[in-house]
């Protein structure tokens, strides 16, 4: 097994790989100095087949560490080894969406259902940033299950910081999975949304996008999902794929919603979060500099010093917007050091389960049964879905 025992001087100890892909592997590994379970991604930076292999990765660093969000893995380090860049990101323990779907087969509804409530509230998060962030590789494999039910996006291998309207961005995604405007190297936050009704589509089925029923460009939905799925959610998963930008949903909640109009993105708000303590102190900050007008000019004045005044207003100026750039990553780290704010639980809110779809496995006279828990109201963030309310059985 390709598995390197020990990095960054013995800090970090590898126990196995959690998967392979073009831009390098990635492994099972534990923090000694922290005592925690991480995960650390590899490229070979000698080995690269092009420049942009290795701007991808680069990339992927940047990117991941301006993330702060409970439905996608926390950056952690990064540092560079016998010419291989390593990326170490929180381990996110659960199983991948395509490993529940080989074993189990096709997913209810509800379950679906909790998935795209999911998807909403995170790429809400990475959709609305000034710089709007594009996944562009949303697929069953790079979706992770929680033991608590939520679903985590990971793999940010072929991130997008910005979207290109002039086809001048390499082509990357997984086929079937890939808007149409992907292939002319265009990647809109809208392909985001494609490949999360893409993979929908694959938990229902159980059989990958592309070998399902099409109609000219369009995957033939209906057909697809006949008797597996209520008429609501057909309807929503026909305008996320639908295959031109300018028609399809803008984001998945308007899709679930019907709506025609696109609904503003809020920032997601989850249980321990930390964002309302960091928006308090944004807002006391930006009140105190604003209050420094009256106040700056008072206290100068018997030391006769009003040519300092431009310079203690700006310069405090300066210094709120570094600490307030990139949603406050800055002062959100400064009020985890001081143990203002306790750094949130990575998992969202979700309402208390009340039994009717079951979807895990037990062992029962030799048959895998699957069982979870999941609700008629499953709400994360400002997203909220109604779940069908007939029962569904799996065997």
């Known amino acids: 097994m390709d598995q390197a025992p020990?990095?960054?001087g013995g800090r970090y100890v590898t126990r196995g790989l959690l998967?392979?892909?073009g831009q390098g592997v990635t492994y099972d590994a534990f923090d000694t100095q922290e005592n925690r379970a991480v995960a650390i991604k590899r490229f070979d930076v000698r080995g690269a087949r092009s420049w942009k292999d290795v701007e991808l990765a680069e990339r992927e660093a940047r990117v991941l560490a301006t993330l702060d969000h409970p439905l996608m893995p926390r950056y952690l380090d990064r540092f560079?080894?016998?010419?291989?860049?390593?990326?170490?990101?929180?381990k996110v323990e659960g199983q991948s969406l395509d490993t529940i779907v080989r074993s189990m087969g096709p997913l209810p509804e509800a379950e679906v259902r909790r998935f795209l409530a999911c998807a909403d509230n995170a790429l809400t998060y990475l959709h609305g940033r000034s710089s709007p962030v594009v996944h562009r590789d949303v697929k069953p494999r790079n979706v992770i299950r929680r033991p608590d039910g939520t679903y985590v996006l990971v793999d940010f291998g072929a991130v997008s910081e910005r979207m290109s309207t002039k086809g001048a961005s390499t082509v990357v995604g997984t086929m079937g999975y890939m808007a149409p405007e992907q292939f002319q190297g265009r990647a809109l936050t809208g392909s985001d949304v494609y490949a999360v009704g893409a993979t929908a589509l694959a938990a229902l089925t159980g059989k990958e996008p592309e070998t399902l029923p099409h109609v000219g460009l369009h995957v033939d939905v209906r057909s697809a999902l006949a008797g597996?799925?209520?008429?609501?959610?057909?309807?929503?998963i026909e305008r996320m794929v639908e295959p031109d930008p300018d028609r399809r949903a803008k984001s998945v909640g308007e899709a679930l919603a019907g709506s025609s109009v696109t609904a503003p993105a809020r920032a997601p708000r989850l249980e321990g979060s930390e964002d309302d303590a960091v928006k308090s102190v944004k807002k006391l900050l930006w009140v105190l500099w604003g209050l420094g007008w009256v106040i700056v000019p008072v206290a100068l004045r018997p030391l006769h010093a009003h040519a300092l005044i431009p310079l203690v207003m700006f310069g405090s100026l300066a210094a709120l917007l570094v600490l307030t750039w990139h949603q406050g990553a800055l002062l959100r780290a400064l009020l985890r050091k001081w143990n203002v704010v306790e750094?949130?639980?990575r998992r969202a809110r979700i309402a208390e389960p009340t039994p009717r779809v079951r979807l895990a496995e037990q062992e029962r006279g030799g048959a895998r049964v699957a069982t979870t828990e999941a609700h008629d109201a499953l709400a994360v963030s400002d997203t909220e879905v109604a779940a069908p309310r007939r029962e569904q059985r799996r065997a």
């Open 228 to 236: 597996r799925a209520s008429p609501e959610l057909v309807s929503a």
């Open 343 to 345: 750094a949130p639980p």
């Open 80 to 90: 560079e080894e016998d010419g291989a860049l390593y990326l170490v990101m929180e």
């Open 6 to 8: 020990a990095l960054r």
């Open 19 to 21: 998967g392979e892909g």
